[in-house]
């Protein structure tokens, strides 16, 4: 069964960090694109990073302070958040493009589809 699993995430203020980790089970990490993506209420769910074959990929955004990597020997990956602002709050969700048949939520990122999610966090940062 696939499966990703979130921790990580709370409130913070302005200029601090905090990293978010995803756990996943029923597939490995290295054989799949991994992206995190953010959603606030109303809007569109976007993403923020994307690690696949040794590429990773960040918006102008996020870019220069977040920071995605990989522990293969968990099967995790994980979301280095740096130098927060308060237009970062929002709820962030980790994603594969392993196929899951009864996903409900197809997202398009860097090229790829997403159908795996996790259960999302909030991140809340205070100016």
């Known amino acids: 069964q696939v499966q990703l699993v979130q921790s990580g995430g709370g409130l913070v203020q302005s200029g601090g960090s905090l990293r978010l980790s995803c756990a996943a089970s029923g597939f490995s990490v290295e054989d799949f694109a991994i992206a995190w993506f953010r959603q606030a209420p109303g809007n569109e769910r976007e993403g923020v990073s994307y690690m696949f074959s040794g590429t990773t990929y960040y918006p102008d955004s996020v870019k220069g302070r977040f920071i995605m990597s990989r522990d293969n020997a968990k099967n995790t990956v994980y979301l280095q958040m740096n130098d927060l602002r308060p237009e970062d709050t929002d709820i962030y969700y980790c994603?594969?493009?392993?196929?899951?048949?009864?996903?409900?939520?197809?997202?398009?990122?860097?090229?790829?589809?997403?159908?795996?999610w996790s259960q999302g966090t909030q991140v809340t940062v205070a100016s």
């Open positions: 994603a594969s493009d392993r196929t899951v048949p009864t996903t409900n939520r197809l997202k398009s990122f860097h090229g790829r589809v997403f159908g795996a």
